[in-house]
């Protein structure tokens, strides 16, 4: 089966953190699996996190083994490990060795037509993709198992809505920059 789109190059992730994050809406990702299978989610919501200073982000307290790939270079997968469950997808950005990344929070079926259900929430897709810590590090640009590709659909800047981020009080004054971006009116955001 043909992957849908085209791959996004590096120089689309080398690129500030929030734009990334807003950019990425209405791409797709694209995964595909041992036995040749392709499956696509189009992106329907995203989190930003950037640099060493933001204290909702892994980067937070320096490298470690799991945020290794948030240091390397933009365009890679860096997967994690949420509630011993579920896995949570995002793409690392910027320029090289300074620590961001967009979180892929939701995304729905390629084609639209009703919820995702099972896209909704970074674990969530992560399932229904079958994305996992194994594909921590993989490059997006010219890996073979999982990228994010372009399809031409274009997601007009009024149907963009922007808020603080999710489950990151912690973060003081971080946590309430409006670095999560979603469709409006998308019944795959997550909730």
């Known amino acids: 089966k043909m992957a849908p789109g085209i791959r996004l ?5 080398a690129r500030h953190t929030v734009t990334v994050a807003r950019d990425l809406l ?22 930003a996190y950037h640099g060493p200073a933001d204290q909702a982000s ?23 490990q949420i509630y011993g469950v579920w896995f949570c ?7 090289d060795r300074f620590p961001a990344a967009v979180l892929v ?11 995702a259900k099972d896209g909704a929430g970074p674990g969530k897709l992560c399932r ?3 994305i996992d810590k194994r594909l921590s ?13 372009d399809d031409g659909a274009r997601v007009p800047r009024r149907a963009v809505a922007a808020g603080p981020r999710v489950n990151v009080g912690y973060a003081g004054a971080w946590a ?16």
């Open 58 to 80: 892994h980067a937070h307290r320096g490298p470690t083994a799991r945020n290794a790939p948030m240091f390397g270079p933009a365009g890679v997968a860096y997967v994690y």
């Open 9 to 13: 190059p590096r120089a689309f992730y």
């Open 89 to 95: 997808l995002n793409a690392v950005t910027g320029r």
């Open 128 to 130: 229904l993709l079958g």
């Open 105 to 115: 929070r939701a995304v729905a079926p390629p084609g639209g037509g009703g919820a």
């Open 137 to 149: 590090g993989v490059d997006l640009v010219t890996g073979e198992e999982l990228w994010i590709a």
């Open 176 to 191: 309430a920059r409006p670095w999560r971006f979603w469709l409006e009116g998308d019944r795959s955001v997550s909730r």
């Open 26 to 47: 209405g791409k797709l990702v694209v995964r595909r699996r041992d036995d040749g299978t392709v499956r696509a989610g189009r992106i329907v919501e995203t989190e």
